[in-house]
């Protein structure tokens, strides 16, 4: 079992930054991909980004040239770096984590832009 802790979120005012992460621990055998999703108030869960083991990243349209992923292969450690945040990019944010096929999710940590 894996469990995913998220931290890094709070309050902004829109047009600043925020950077999220998310620690993976517990048995891991070999984490694969990590990402980032998204759920605002009364909307469905919304990919943000995600990184392969190697480095490889791929984006949601929304958040292109804003926000970065990275990771720490040996910390199984991913980040989010947010940088000029807008009001609609206030959600809870998830990571997940593939672990040799199987998907774990973290509890969510909220972020808030606001005006």
């Known amino acids: 079992q894996v469990q995913l802790v998220e931290s890094g979120g709070g309050l902004v005012q829109a047009g600043g930054s925020l950077r999220l992460s998310c620690a993976a621990s517990g048995s891991i055998f070999s984490i694969n991909a990590m990402a980032w999703y998204r759920q605002a108030p009364g909307k469905q869960r919304e990919f943000v980004a995600v990184i392969s083991r190697g480095g490889s990243t791929t984006y949601a349209d929304s958040v292109k040239g804003r926000f970065t992923i990275s990771r720490d292969n040996a910390k199984n450690t991913v980040y989010l770096q947010m940088n000029s945040l807008k009001l609609e990019d206030t959600a809870v944010y998830y990571c997940?984590?593939?672990?040799?096929?199987?998907?774990?999710w973290g509890r969510g940590t909220q972020v808030t832009v606001a005006s």
């Open positions: 997940t984590a593939d672990d040799v096929g199987i998907d774990y």
